[in-house]
Structures are given as structure tokens and as C-alpha cells.
């Protein structure tokens, strides 16, 4: 039995030497280059009929060949579900508690590989036409995305309201430039006209309502929409530049970029990882941390727990126990 505690002991010591900071920064990443590093979330676009409707199958031909040519850079899976088989989880696939009271319908379902949670974005009855197709693949915002985010430390998108809170759009404005005066990598602003139609599955995606106040959230790596979005009620500057520097702390083994968001349905042409930009090759071994704007104002910045310290003391306090004991052991039979 002592034999078992002083091997589970010196286990957890190793165990918080293989939880070091070596180790859990995974090749030394921050969580804005470790985004690029990994595939995208990859959302599913479904066809949804009944398994003897012919239209059903006629619009999955037809969205197949649609599609084909922007197969290898789109998030977006094409599948066909046919709603009178029972054997469909229709929740855990597409999020949607059940088949949809009426078919053909395609539904636009969105994937959370992190949470491996599946959510409803949007759907179109029976199918999506020439121009809301162009609109799923791409719109004004999605297609400069990539460039900027490729070149740029991060982006932010601010979608005003009906009647725009001024304060919320100043912030915004002033917590970029102040960034972008203090850190070696850009952040970009982009603002969304929520009555734009183009732009109805990036809105529906990030959840924006109708009648819902001023939205702000920010987007990294290969499109990342961090969770959860700036919260507009209480926004200042420094809760802006705070949220920003998450992306710059260490990534680790335990909790990559993957953690932080879901990945935006668009196009990520092979033309914006060649403009590429990592902020390891701007800033190198620098302590970012010291000299970020949220740093300088004394917030403080998600870090990762500290598993090596909690293994470390579990271990340790064992071997102490088990000294007392043996040394109390000793003494007894000393004395007797």
C-alpha cells in the first residue's frame, strides 16, 4: 500500500513536469498564430426532404454543382437529410429540435468543433436563389476578411443599431487607434449595415437581431469570431484592448485558438495565407504582455491554469505526509 502512494505521489510530480510552461505552449504559440495553424470549423449546408421527393434530390444536385468549385475554400459541407428517417439526430447535426414542418428546405447549420455543438444560422425555402447562394459563399465584409485578418493582428466588427449609440462607435474608433499607436500588429475596424441583405448569413451567424442594440465582437485567425462578443452595454476602451490581448497570451496543449470562437462560413482564398503575417515574426521573443495597451492600463488577461502548479502540490504534500509519518514510525519503535 505505501508502495502504491509513493508511486502515485512521484506520478503527479512528473505529471506537473510534463504540464510545464515547455510544454504547454505548444511551439511557443500565441493563440492569434496558433488560429492559422489548424483546420476551420466546418458548418454544413442541408437539404432537408422527404426520401421519395425528387425536388429534394434536384436541389442537392443542383447546390452540389453550384458549389463544387469553391469546395477546397469553403467551411461549409453540403448533405442531404431526409426527414421521414427517424434515425436523425436532428439537434446534435443541425440544431434544430426536430424535422422542419415543411420540406424542401435548406438549412444553414453551424459547427462548434471545440464545443462539438451544432447551431441553427439560417434557411431558405425550398432553396436558396442565384444571388442568396453568392450571398452565402461571400459578401462585402467576408471577402475583404481575410486579407486584413492574414495581415492584421485582429479585426473588429460593429454593427450599429437602428439608431447608432454614439458613444459605442467612438469607443471603438479610439480603443483601435490607441491600439494601433502602441502595437507592433494592426487591428482593423469594419462596420456592418445589419439591413444589408448580402450580408444576412455573417449577421445571422454572429447572432445579430432585428431590433437588437449596437453589436461589436472580434474576429481573428482564419476567420474566428471570438466568444463571447464585446459586451456594448459596459464597453470602454480598455475592455476592448483587454479582449484583444487574450489572442496574444500563450496557446497551450490543454486550450488552443480552437477554445476562443467558431470560424465565420465563407471563402479563404489560398492568396491570403501567402500575405500571411504572424506576430511571432513582428514581435519575436518580446514579452507582449508588458507592453500591450491592456497591459499598460493595468487590466488583467485571461491566462491558462496552472496545472504544473496544482500536480506539484498534490505530489509534494504526499511525500510530506508520508515523511511525517515514517519518521513518527521510527521514533516509536526507538522507543519501544
Known amino acids: 500500500m505505501l ?7 512521484l506520478f503527479c510530480i512528473q505529471l506537473g513536469n510534463s504540464y510545464s510552461p515547455d510544454v504547454l505552449a505548444c511551439d511557443d504559440d500565441n493563440v492569434r498564430d496558433n488560429a492559422f495553424k489548424y483546420g476551420r470549423d466546418q458548418h454544413v449546408l442541408c437539404v432537408m426532404a422527404a426520401s421519395d421527393d425528387p ?12 458549389l463544387a468549385k469553391h469546395k477546397q475554400y469553403l467551411n461549409i459541407d453540403l448533405a442531404l437529410a431526409h426527414v421521414d428517417d427517424p434515425s436523425v439526430n436532428w439537434k446534435a447535426r443541425y440544431g434544430i429540435p426536430s424535422a422542419p414542418p415543411s420540406s424542401p428546405v435548406v438549412v444553414l447549420a453551424g459547427y462548434h468543433k471545440a464545443e462539438d455543438r451544432s447551431f441553427y444560422i439560417k434557411h431558405w425555402e425550398p432553396k436558396p436563389e442565384m444571388e442568396e447562394l453568392d450571398a452565402l459563399l461571400q459578401s462585402p465584409t467576408r471577402k475583404l476578411l481575410p486579407f486584413s485578418l492574414a495581415k492584421n493582428y485582429a479585426a473588429l466588427i460593429y454593427v450599429p443599431a ?14 483601435v487607434e490607441t491600439w494601433n499607436t502602441s502595437y507592433p500588429m494592426p487591428v482593423d475596424l469594419f462596420q456592418v449595415d445589419r439591413n444589408d441583405a448580402s450580408e444576412a448569413v455573417l449577421l445571422s451567424f454572429l447572432g445579430v437581431r432585428p431590433g437588437q442594440g449596437d453589436w461589436a465582437g472580434i474576429v481573428f485567425g482564419r476567420g474566428k469570431a471570438m466568444q463571447p ?5 459596459e464597453l470602454t476602451v480598455e475592455s476592448v484592448h483587454t479582449q484583444l490581448a487574450v489572442l496574444e497570451t500563450a496557446c497551450t496543449c490543454l486550450r488552443t485558438a480552437a477554445d476562443y470562437g467558431v470560424d465565420i462560413p465563407m471563402l479563404w482564398p489560398p ?3 501567402e500575405q500571411l503575417i504572424t506576430l511571432f515574426s513582428v514581435a519575436g521573443d518580446e514579452d507582449l504582455l508588458d507592453t500591450s495597451p491592456a497591459s499598460v492600463s493595468g487590466e488583467v488577461v485571461l491566462q491558462s491554469t496552472p496545472f504544473a502548479a496544482i500536480f506539484y502540490t498534490f505530489g509534494a504534500l504526499v511525500l510530506l505526509v508520508l515523511t511525517a509519518a515514517a519518521v513518527v514510525f521510527v521514533r516509536s519503535k526507538t522507543r519501544g
Open 229 to 233: 462578443p464585446l459586451d456594448t452595454e
Open 3 to 9: 508502495r502504491h502512494i509513493v508511486l502515485l505521489s
Open 55 to 66: 425536388q429534394g434530390q434536384a436541389i442537392y444536385q443542383e447546390l452540389e454543382s453550384r
Open 162 to 175: 437602428a439608431e447608432p449609440n454614439e458613444k459605442i462607435q467612438s469607443t471603438l474608433q479610439e480603443a
Open 271 to 273: 492568396e491570403a495565407d
